[in-house]
Nanobody
């Protein structure tokens, strides 16, 4: 199995920055695309950014930058100029392939980001 563990969340003032990390562990063959999503209370879970194994990125939120370290099976999300409306639980997701060739879609447990005004 593959597990994802997020870190780096917490409380930040408006205008500040945070760097979230998500590390994958377990029986990993390869990880294709990694994602960051967020979900505010009462809202749907929305895509923030995605990055493929070759580094190609897709960022829906312009103030957020996604990157990854393939050697560490870790994806990062740099969030700048944070606003109170960025407050949410941030989730990491990975599309992984096990050594036996099984496809897995794995979610992290989520990490809370709170931006105070």
């Amino acid at each position: 199995q593959v597990q994802l563990v997020e870190s780096g969340g917490g409380l930040v003032q408006a205008g500040g920055s945070l760097r979230l990390s998500c590390a994958a562990s377990g029986t990993i063959g390869s990880i294709n695309v990694m994602y960051w999503y967020r979900q505010a209370p009462g809202q749907q879970r929305d895509l923030v950014a995605a990055i493929s194994s070759d580094g190609t990125t897709n960022s829906v939120q312009g103030r957020f930058t996604i990157s990854r370290d393939n050697a560490k099976n870790t994806v990062y999300l740099q969030a700048n100029s944070l606003k109170p409306e960025d407050s949410a639980v941030y989730y990491c997701k990975a599309n992984a392939i096990t050594p036996l060739g099984k496809f897995l879609e794995v979610w992290g447990q989520g990490i809370l980001v709170t931006v105070s005004s």
